[in-house]
């Protein structure tokens, strides 16, 4: 009865929360919060009870199931975890805005056609909810009018190719096995020929690929992600394109199962190799797009795409390190860009709007909470020790080196590094530096604003020094789909050679930085300034212009943005505008002449006569 | 028992009374289409559950089949007659405050004439008989499609009488030659004496009577009067004729190409036809600026996709090619009605001069995006289950051929989404065009007369959407009656 | 455990005062090379002591927290570097002694990587707070430095793990001790390394970051004092990471400590030697360097170790 009372009260509360806000503003922002942290309790109360249950008997002569295992239970509490907080986070950002009122309710409509989405126990269920999770998707990022209407479109265009792709893999499956609920898909697919078994990979990869924004299937994500509202935008790149990597997971570990996966296609060329070099390439090239980037959410998104790949390269690199590395880094970048976004949201709801990385600066002393969570998070994206990033990664690299692949380990480690530079560029474009005249007057971040984004940091560091709760569930998990047992502990992993030890890391920096404290006091305190009072050299401080923002890594822009064009994209608008030109010729078809219509009838007529005298087709 | 021949005798009776009672008095001559078609609704409804297992065959002359003209109210017959009688029940009451102006007693009159021509040819077991309601039917389309009397209705109902004159001959010369050949009009004698003739004979009626039938069935390339006439036609008018007259048509095909002939063998030329309707119909639909024109050129698409799964001449296959004939009836009434108002308070079809009507006219802009979500075929909407259907039925032969031709048909369902999405986001997100006359509070909201069905319509898209089973619970026995010539045979003229 | 503390206290104390003393003698030995005479070798403690004396001024909490992580982050990275010893059963070398490694099984040489980094990140941090544009223009260059050598040095790190198949350093260097030395076994990657080594450093070639004459000396333009102090020893301690690393990874570490402070001293010198001799580039041709060269060789290598397995 849970997973069906979670999505009743999902879908219920969406379509309340409207008609509330028909009744009065108020109403509606509780109704909403309260809904979300509803779902949230209802989540965390269903742990450990699995159980799968018939929702809708007959579908077309199918059963609807949704069940509730561990894996649904850890994609299901991020998404709601993001959720609610993101409702949080709305309730100043959307205050007085005219979509609002639809902005609220669709996004409950999205959650729950998120959670239907893992829930669902049979295939059925989850096109089903994959699709409605697209569409609501699209309309509220276009809700946000603008150049969102676009970015908008070239999402759910794309995303509607993809769900074609799978619903062609769906059908054959039916057609194939006589049945669509997983685990009888799962035997089923066992004894299938190999051509069946790479259709199905191809046909759902494209569709999951697509949502996940996998290179060269990512070029709706920059648009997408930036133009969005900022509440949007952080489920959008947090638990949005996490279902994309839901799919993944069931597609290779649980329906086609890792045997079998590791055995698709031949000799260097297989499904797994090409699907992991894609992951690679998803980390590296993407990262240093992010870095060229001036605007904040562009930049972010660029990074969303980038850290996916990590995911990626995880998932389909398939040893047991690399999958529990895989999984704990989904959630690890749900946490922190979520984060980001939302303080990036914060900057610009109190600067008015500013999103440019080139006319911001110096907000750290007007916002010290958001600031000091954004670190944290942006600590987190890179992977830095105790933060919730260092141990998925750490968990990655070993998995990759250790079978000897050095070269997606390279592409991984360069990836962190672009991320520390977009990262920095980010922090400090907003953050430090001088603070412009126009930009004195902003105030601290609203409560409801400070309240997500400070529980965000407080996960990342959580998760970071105690890696050892989100390991174990992960490792469980990764155990259910036959993958080696890993020894987890409550800081990291189990003592073997290369062992993981995040206590033994804590203590020796908490050590280190009181020492290095003490020997500070030693010395003769400092006079506090203000930022007037800076070096220039002997001249006069020209106040107002003294930042340093614009073309921050200009050197390295002039060097490598000829090889970051992002070509898939100009690719799919070439596609795109030969298909409106076909499409222009098409109709020409329809002349406007009843002459020539009239010939349509009569040599139709004639080519059917004709058919027959010569080819006998009746 | 209501005696199916009631329903059409009783639009027919009620259509040729409007006339008389708008020379008394004017104003209820409204009503009486409504009330006709509640008529037909109640009856359909209660014969529905009887005929599932055996058709009601209706002596009309007090002659045994085949010596007269016969009913036969199967379950295909009453489906699409009840699909007929709703969907003509809700645009009825959509014209009660829709049409004003001009000669509305006549409107209301050939409109009831078009809805018993529909029946009719549903429920008909002689091939004349079907040919004469064909006739009703179309000539009432003439008529209504130039009911504005404006330039471009005059046009398109021109070219349409043109080419629907051409498709008639055609039809009346197939049953000439069907005639002479067996020397019987009704379709199950017709049905069971066809092994007797060599196929290059049977084929030249064959011929004429596809492309009779086909040109108000609208497949390509015969269908090139379907984007005048439903554009320049009064919204309602648009509505019916897109919803129920053009599958009218194709019944009246899939009756002879099945019923009739039994035709598997060329199944392939009709799935080829399918998907070229399917792609010229989504492809000219999708750079259209003419909201009007961009529908009935999605309903060539949608067309192109009903004689896709019919080609595939299996029970699924029916059943998914009924599924969609629902699913496209419900759907593109919703569109054209909720269209329809927001025209007329813009005075421009323009779909820029849409924009921003979702703050204007907030419901029917809702009701316009569930009928573009479902059309797509996205859940939960009813066009999931009919296109999941259909592509059920392609690609349960696990053929690489049909494989490529379901892609084929997904690339239109790609484009199609392309331009309806575009739509939607116009409309609701999009800001007003300048030249906009403000927004009046009050005055904004279509009238009820007009809400009520486009609500129920949306309703009914949502609610089997979510529900299939309630749909396709009689798509089987309906499916059966297409393709089982001999069970017909059997039923209509004993054992 | 006991050992465990001595060693954690052991560690920074031996980093702290060789990297004093390195510091002192980079002077010395560029001065010489230049026939001049230099500084006392204890200038350092002379400077630190005067420093810490000394009024500056501060621009705030994060301005402050940052020196505090540099030096937090640079002694941390000590304790996970072997300073010499040897995992071998004893009496298989002369005067060795047991791995002088605190924190040997915590992570490996990936966590290394990663400590190394909040150094660099930490400074970037407070010099950002500087609110002076020369620091961030001195981060700036200090982060496309770091990318420049990052992407050669990554792949001598992974060719090294490759080749010995672990990814603890305590292994590493047993496995030199035991056969052949790196710079015998992964050459090429020796060669990438030495070449990268000033800019890992911070000298020239590569000291654009800390440009006295071009940015107001970089990210430390606002620090002086205390700050300049301790900033001053996070430096030194980072140079005495960077080659303790080299020397751990190349030259099979040391039997015992002396001998590993030997090799270290080896090691800088030939690093400054290098230094005094060269004029500082810019950060486009920094870039384009160690893309080539450095990048080219380990390349090369890591394919030699992936294809001979």
């Known amino acids: ?618 | 028992m209501v005696n199916p021949i009631l329903l059409i005798a009783v639009p027919l009776g009620l259509g040729f009374i409007i006339p008389l009672l708008g020379l008394i008095w004017e104003k209820p001559t409204r009503y009486v289409p409504a009330a006709a078609m509640v008529f037909n609704l109640a009856a359909s409804l209660l014969l529905l559950p009887k005929v599932l297992q055996r058709p009601w065959v209706v002596e009309t002359a007090g002659l045994p089949p085949p010596f007269s003209i016969h009913l036969v109210a199967g379950p295909l017959g009453v489906g699409l007659s009840l699909l007929i009688a709703l969907v003509g029940l809700l645009v009825a009451i959509y014209a009660i405050g829709y049409v004003r102006e001009g000669p509305v007693a006549k409107y209301h009159s050939l409109y009831l004439f078009l809805l018993t021509g529909a029946t009719g040819m549903v429920l008909t077991a002689d091939l004349f008989n079907l040919f004469v309601f064909f006739e009703i039917l179309c000539i009432s389309s003439y008529a209504l499609v130039a009911y504005h009397g404006d330039r471009a209705g005059t046009e398109s109902s021109a070219k349409y009488l043109i080419q629907g004159a051409i498709g008639s001959s055609l039809v009346l010369i197939g049953i000439g030659f069907v005639y002479g050949l067996f020397g019987t009009l009704s379709m199950a004698d017709i049905a069971r004496n066809i092994d007797s003739v060599s196929p290059m004979k049977l084929f030249l009626p064959m011929a004429f009577l596809i492309t009779g039938f086909g040109v108000e069935a609208a497949v390509l390339p015969l269908n090139a009067w379907l984007p005048d006439a439903h554009s320049s036609a009064p919204s309602s008018i648009s509505a019916i004729l897109s919803g129920i007259a053009i599958k009218a048509g194709l019944y009246a095909v899939a009756r002879v190409l099945f019923t009739i002939y039994g035709a598997d063998t060329i199944a392939l030329l009709v799935l080829v036809i399918g998907i070229l309707t399917l792609l010229v119909g989504e492809m000219s639909a999708f750079s259209q600026n003419n909201i009007k024109r961009l529908l009935a050129y999605s309903s060539i698409g949608q067309i192109g996709l009903i004689v896709f799964a019919l080609g595939l001449a299996s029970a699924l296959g029916v059943q998914g090619a009924l599924f969609l004939v629902v699913s496209h009836a419900l759907a593109k009434s919703l569109l054209f009605l909720s269209v329809g108002y927001m025209i007329y308070r813009t005075g421009s079809m323009e779909i820029s001069s849409l924009y921003g009507m979702g703050r204007r006219m907030p419901v029917s802009a809702l009701c316009f995006t569930i009928g573009a979500f479902s059309l797509v075929g996205l859940p939960p909407f009813i066009g999931f289950p009919a296109k999941f259907t259909v592509i059920m039925a392609a690609l349960e032969r696990a053929d690489p051929l049909f494989t490529a031709l379901v892609g084929v048909v997904l690339v239109g369902t790609v484009v199609e989404g392309a331009y309806f999405f575009r739509i939607v986001q116009g409309l609701h997100f999009r800001p007003p065009p300048e030249s906009a006359t403000p927004a009046r509070a009050d005055q904004e909201e279509a009238p009820v007369s007009a809400l009520v069905p486009i609500c129920l319509l949306a309703a009914l898209i949502v609610a089997v959407g979510v529900y299939p089973s309630v749909l396709t619970h009689y798509l089987g026995p309906a499916a059966r009656d297409l393709l089982d010539k001999a069970a017909y045979i059997h039923h209509v003229l004993g054992p | 455990m006991v050992t465990r503390i001595i060693h954690i206290v052991l560690s920074p104390l031996i980093a702290l005062v060789v990297a004093v003393f390195l510091l002192g003698l980079s002077r010395i030995v560029i001065a010489r090379i230049h026939r001049r005479y230099g500084p006392p070798i204890y200038q350092p403690i002379i400077d630190i002591i005067r420093l810490m004396n000394q009024q500056s001024i501060s621009h705030g909490t994060l301005f402050e927290l940052g020196v505090v992580l540099a030096l937090a982050g640079s002694i941390v990275t000590v304790l996970f570097i072997p300073l010499g010893g040897t995992n071998a059963p004893p009496g298989s070398y002369p005067l060795a002694h047991g791995l002088l490694c605190p924190l040997s099984s915590s992570g490996g040489l990936l966590v290394v990587i990663y400590l190394m980094l909040f150094g660099p990140v930490s400074i970037a941090l407070g010099a950002g707070a500087s609110e002076n544009p020369n620091a961030s223009i001195g981060v700036s260059r200090k982060m496309l430095l770091a990318l420049a050598y990052e992407v050669p040095f990554l792949l001598v790190i992974l060719a090294i793990m490759s080749h010995y198949g672990t990814i603890s350093i305590a292994e590493i260097v047993s496995r030199q001790q035991d056969s052949a030395w790196g710079v015998f076994s992964v050459p090429l990657s020796a060669v990438a390394a030495f070449l990268i080594l000033p800019a890992m450093l911070g000298i020239r070639p590569f000291d654009l970051v800390g440009a006295p004459q071009e940015i107001a000396s970089g990210p430390l333009a606002e620090y002086g004092g205390r700050y300049l102090a301790l900033l001053t020893i996070q430096n030194g301690i980072q140079v005495f990471v960077v080659i303790a690393l080299f020397v751990n990874l190349f030259l099979g570490g040391g039997v015992n400590v002396i001998t590993f402070l030997l090799k270290v001293f080896a090691v800088f010198l030939a690093a400054e030697l290098v230094s005094a001799v060269l004029p500082r580039v810019r950060i486009e041709n920094a870039l384009r360097f160690c893309w080539t060269w450095p990048t080219g060789l380990a390349l090369a290598q890591m394919i030699i170790t992936v294809v001979s397995r």
């Open chain 1, 1 to 618: 009865m849970l997973p069906t009372t979670i999505l009743i009260v999902a879908f219920g509360s969406a379509g309340f929360v409207y008609l509330a806000g028909r009744v009065h503003a108020r109403v509606r922002d509780t109704l909403a919060v309260l809904s979300s942290l509803v779902l949230v309790g209802l989540i965390g109360l269903g742990y450990g009870a699995w159980r799968e249950v018939v929702y809708v008997p007959d579908f077309l002569g199918l059963e609807l199931v949704l069940r509730l295992n561990l894996l649904a239970w850890f994609f299901a509490i991020t998404v709601a975890a993001v959720v609610s907080l993101s409702t949080i986070f709305s309730l100043s950002y959307m205050r007085r805005k005219e979509s609002a009122n639809f902005h609220y309710s669709a996004t409950l409509a999205v959650e729950g056609a998120m959670l239907g989405t893992v829930f669902a126990g049979d295939l059925l269920s989850f096109f089903i909810f994959w699709e409605i999770m697209s569409w609501s998707a699209y309309l509220l990022i276009s809700c946000n009018r603008g150049r969102a209407l676009e970015a908008g479109l070239k999402y759910i265009i794309m995303s509607l190719v993809g769900s074609c792709a799978m619903l062609i893999g769906l059908l054959a499956m039916y057609s194939g096995l006589g049945v669509l609920s997983i685990p009888l898909v799962a035997e089923g697919m066992q004894a299938a020929s190999p051509g069946f078994v790479l259709l199905v990979l191809l046909t759902f990869g494209l569709g999951f690929g697509i949502k996940s924004a996998m290179v060269p299937l990512h070029t709706w994500l920059p648009d997408a992600h930036s133009e969005a509202a900022s509440p949007f935008s952080a489920v959008l790149s947090g638990v949005l394109i996490k279902m994309g990597i839901y799919g993944f997971v069931l597609l290779m570990y649980v329906v086609v199962g890792l045997k079998l996966l590791l055995g698709v296609g031949a000799g260097w060329l297989t499904f797994r190799h090409i699907l992991c070099w894609l992951g690679a390439i998803t980390v590296v090239v993407p990262t240093f797009i992010a870095v060229l980037q001036s605007d904040a959410k562009r930049l972010l998104a660029w990074s969303s795409i980038g850290q996916i790949g990590y995911i990626i390269l995880g998932l389909s690199f398939g040893t047991s390190l690399a999958f529990a590395g895989a999984i704990f880094h989904a959630l690890n970048h749900a946490l922190c860009k979520s984060l980001l976004f939302l303080a990036v949201g914060a900057v610009e709801h109190n600067t008015g709007g500013v999103r440019d990385l080139n006319d911001l600066g110096g907000l750290a002393k007007r916002m010290p909470v958001t600031f000091a969570c954004a670190l944290l998070a942006g600590l987190g994206l890179i992977g830095i020790p105790l933060t919730s990033g260092f141990v998925p990664k750490w968990l990655i690299y070993r998995s990759l080196i250790e079978d000897g692949y050095p070269f997606l380990a390279l592409a991984a480690l360069i990836g962190t590094w672009g991320a520390i530079l977009y990262v920095y560029k980010l922090l400090h474009n907003i953050f430090l530096g001088q603070l412009p005249e126009k930009h004195r007057e902003v105030r601290r971040a609203p409560l409801s604003m400070r309240i997500p984004i400070l529980l965000l940091g407080l996960g990342i560091l959580v998760f970071g020094v105690v890696p050892g709760i989100p390991l174990r569930a992960v490792q469980d998990i990764g155990h259910t789909f036959g993958l080696a047992q890993l020894k987890v502990t409550l800081w990291g992993l189990g003592s073997e050679a290369g062992a993981l030890n995040m206590l033994n890391i804590c203590l020796a920096v908490v050590i280190a930085f009181a020492a290095a404290f003490l020997l500070l006091r030693l010395g003769a305190k400092g006079r506090a300034v203000d930022q007037e009072d800076s070096y220039a050299a002997g001249s006069a401080v020209p106040v107002g212009r003294y930042h340093y923002t614009v073309d921050f890594y200009g050197p390295l822009s002039r060097m490598i943005s000829p090889y970051l064009r992002d070509r898939a994209d100009e690719f799919y608008y070439w596609l795109a505008a030969r298909g409106r030109e076909i499409a222009d010729l098409t109709r020409k078809v329809y002349t406007g002449y009843a002459g020539t219509y009239v010939l349509y009838i009569v040599s139709f007529l004639a080519a059917l006569i004709f058919l027959q005298l010569v080819w006998h087709i009746w």
